[in-house]
T-cell receptor, first 119, second 113 residues
Framework: AQTVTQSQPEMSVQEAETVTLSCTYD???????LFWYKQPPSRQMILVIR??????QNATENRFSVNFQKAAKSFSLKISDSQLGDAAMYFC????????????????FGQGTRLTINP | DGGITQSPKYLFRKEGQNVTLSCEQN?????MYWYRQDPGQGLRLIYY???????QKGDIAEGYSVSREKKESFPLTVTSAQKNPTAFYLC????????????FGPGTRLTVT
């Protein structure tokens, strides 16, 4: 079974600075998808960024980018120019590409990293 | 205004009672999911449905039941058999396909005393 590990329970960063959140995963599959979700105090899960494993190019979305290292099974999230509104729990998630197999449709989540932005 | 709605936002029940959580989506998504979130943990899958009148158990289905009579609706019943039902419950939906993004509703906080 796949597992996702976020080794940093909490992180903090000064406003306008850059912070990197770590995520590692374990899988025997070669094709899959990785996601970062943000959960603000409202507790609604919001998609931040998505990466296809077959793409070598790292995904970017405005101030958010990833460093995807497939061989190392690492998928870190970099937030540039941190803003107060970035404060939230961040979850890394894995999804198999074998969607026709029962159980493969689920997202496997890490434990989350609580990010605090210091003004 | 497309999206996923969950109601109610907060729900309180006495132990031994069944309770049903609502989830509705108007995104025309085929697949719907129920996740449970406990403090300090990530989300765990309870049930999912890829098509009307069909659903599959997730990792922690014991003590829960679902139905999928309409494409837009995927209610979750927390039965008295669920030993620790107090949690935050999130519903999600997606188009079908391995890489499809799952979009989440605002969640329901269930407290059982």
């Amino acid at each position: 079974a796949q597992t996702v590990t976020q080794s940093q329970p909490e992180m903090s960063v000064q406003e306008a600075e850059t912070v990197t959140l770590s995520c590692t995963y374990d899988t025997s599959e070669s094709d899959y998808y990785l996601f970062w979700y943000k959960q603000p105090p409202s507790r609604q899960m919001i998609l931040v960024i998505r990466q296809e494993a077959y793409k070598q190019q790292n995904a970017t979305e405005n101030r958010f980018s990833v460093n995807f290292q497939k061989a190392a099974k690492s998928f870190s999230l970099k937030i540039s120019d941190s803003q107060l509104g970035d404060a939230a729990m961040y979850f890394c998630a894995y999804r198999s590409s074998l969607h026709i197999i029962q159980g493969a449709q689920k997202l496997v989540f890490g434990q989350g990293t609580r990010l605090t932005i210091n003004p | 205004d497309g999206g996923i709605t969950q109601s109610p936002k907060y729900l309180f029940r006495k132990e031994g009672q069944n309770v049903t959580l609502s989830c509705e989506q108007n995104l025309n998504h085929d697949a719907m999911y129920w996740y449970r979130q406990d403090p300090g943990q990530g989300l765990r899958l309870i049930y999912y449905s890829q098509i009307v009148n069909d659903f599959q158990k997730g990792d922690i289905a014991e003590g829960y039941s679902v139905s999928r009579e309409k494409k837009e609706s995927f209610p979750l019943t927390v039965t008295s058999a669920q030993k620790n039902p107090t949690a935050f419950y999130l519903c999600a939906s997606s188009m079908e396909g391995g890489g499809a993004v799952q979009y989440f509703g605002p969640g329901t906080r269930l407290t059982v005393t």
